[in-house]
């Protein structure tokens, strides 16, 4: 790995520095996200991850921690052990995975710096800090954050052949969410390629594939102990089921390196980065000169995108590719603007501009489901919706059953999720001819299609009586209508809910 040198090699590799840069990073991410500090539980938070860190939090019990999702144990016992230091409340949430970003943002200045110097460090960190897609997952609670810290860690503490770290960094980063494999077959192709190309021998290469591939024991035997405890390894339904893996493939990397126009909206300013590593690939590569440091890089990247291309995927997932990205990106930045003069300011107003864009694109009137609203902050706008809502029918119908889908449904029973102050009575969609004072509560985003066949069914029994509407997020009240019905239709509407 190649140091920075003179003064600043010994500035930044003293203890001291390396705490004030991180202190440094973690205030300015609590000044910049101090707007979520309180801000609810949002989406998949609610139905799984909130959900499993509390099961442990009261019972202690990890089997049964992920729910559906078969994801491995160990961020949920995290986020519970913290709230036992710290109190069970959204403030400590929130910290807890700033502490993580901050994290993030300091390995990767530390792996930037170590293998190219101060200027790729602090690029590669701007351009991570000020991504629309970063920025979005550090204000909530999933495993996006977390995974991508680990993998900046495992891959420099690879990089720096400090092998017994690499394998407790690489054993955690499996336990915290199973895809991030991908990560560490990309580092262990990458190392058998090296290999290959230094001429070691048989025996030597396949010892380290051996030893770098430990870290996958104490993942398997989480799902060991899972199917011992629960009956079943993984949730197998959205692992394999793309039939256009070819033009995924390249939708996906247009999308995620380049420019995504579509609703999931991830970003408009990565192309910026992907013609400076383009530009910078190939002179390296007319130059012939060697580029063994970026293809670990470009190897995660590309892996990543490859595996998400056939099975689903969602905006958060391709977060822990960027920080590999930029450090690419860092290094074709400083190598075009040192061919310049004033090289330092022209690329200090180089990322100044590139900040601007990606801010820019951090809000927006999407009119799409919530999970796609996870890409940029408009997240936001759907909670503040939620929250009206809920604060609606808090203040005016108390009493009343209330019928809603998720992420409602789950919101609007717990006051501690931040959405109410006292629970609501959310009862499920069959029980609507039980009750006379009933409440249904439509969002736009959750277009389950359940939900919209129940209400096309259910039209003429139904008023508006509410509307709460925020930079095209949308959620409607219905109030069911009196009515007096037959024992026969009665029957005949309970087997119609049941059917569905």
Not at 217 to 240: A, D, E, Q, R, S
Not at 302 to 321: A, C, E, G, K, Q
Not at 371 to 377: D, G, Y
Not at 409 to 424: D, Q
């Amino acid at each position: 790995m190649r140091n920075s040198t003179g003064k600043t090699k010994i500035l930044l590799n003293r203890p001291l520095f390396s705490f004030a840069l991180f202190f440094f990073l973690f205030v300015l991410l609590l000044i910049v996200k101090s707007n979520i500090l309180r801000a609810p539980y949002c989406w998949d938070v609610l139905g799984y991850v909130n959900r499993a860190a509390s099961s442990f939090y009261k019972t202690g019990q990890i089997a049964s921690l992920t729910g559906l999702t078969g994801h491995p144990p160990l961020f949920f016992i995290a986020l519970a052990s913290v709230w036992k230091l710290f109190g069970n409340s959204l403030l400590v949430s929130h910290i807890f995975i700033l502490f993580l970003g901050a994290s993030s943002l300091f390995i990767l200045f530390k792996l930037a710096d170590k293998l190219y110097g101060p200027r790729e460090a602090v690029a590669a960190t701007v351009l991570l800090l000020s991504n629309q897609l970063f920025f979005a997952q550090v204000g909530t609670i999933y495993l996006s954050i977390p995974i991508t810290c680990l993998a900046i860690l495992t891959v420099y503490l690879y990089l720096d052949k400090r092998l017994l770290l690499y394998g407790i960094s690489a054993a955690a980063m499996l336990l915290v969410k199973e895809t991030t494999i991908v990560v560490l077959l990309s580092i262990i192709l990458c190392d058998f390629f090296w290999n290959v190309l230094n001429k070691e021998k048989f025996l030597f290469c396949v010892r380290r594939i051996v030893f770098l591939t430990l870290p996958v024991i104490p993942l398997g035997f989480w799902y060991l102990y899972h199917w011992h405890m629960t009956g079943w390894l993984v949730n197998t339904k959205l692992v394999v089921n793309r039939t256009r893996f070819v033009s995924l493939f390249m939708e996906n990397s247009f999308r995620y390196l380049i420019f995504d126009n579509s609703a999931e909206n991830v970003t408009k300013v990565n192309w910026i980065v992907f013609l400076g590593i383009s530009v910078f690939i190939v002179f390296q590569i007319a130059k012939r000169k060697s580029l063994k440091l970026e293809m670990i890089f470009l190897m995660i990247v590309i892996m990543n995108i490859l595996f998400f291309s056939y099975s689903d995927d969602l905006p958060r997932y391709f977060l822990v590719i960027y920080p590999f990205y930029f450090v690419l990106g860092s290094k074709a930045f400083v190598f075009i603007f040192d061919r310049m003069k004033y090289k330092d300011f022209l690329l200090s107003l180089f990322l100044a501009a590139v900040v601007v864009a990606s801010v820019m694109n951090y809000t927006g009137h999407r009119n799409t489901d919530g999970w796609r609203l996870e890409s940029n902050m408009e997240y936001l706008d759907f909670v503040k919706v939620s929250r009206w809502a809920g604060q609606f029918l808090e203040d005016n119908y108390p009493d009343h059953k209330i019928i809603t889908t998720f992420p409602l449904s789950v919101a609007y029973r717990n006051p501690r999720l931040g959405y109410i102050k006292k629970s609501l009575s959310v009862i499920p969609f069959d029980k609507f001819d039980d009750f006379e004072e009933v409440l249904v509560v439509k969002t736009y985003q959750a277009n389950f299609l359940f939900f919209n066949r129940f209400l096309q069914a259910n039209k003429h029994r139904l008023v508006k009586i509410e509307e709460f509407f925020f930079k095209g997020k949308r959620i409607i009240i219905y109030r069911k209508k009196k009515e007096v019905l037959s024992e026969d239709r009665y029957i005949m509407r309970k087997l119609w809910y049941l059917a569905q």
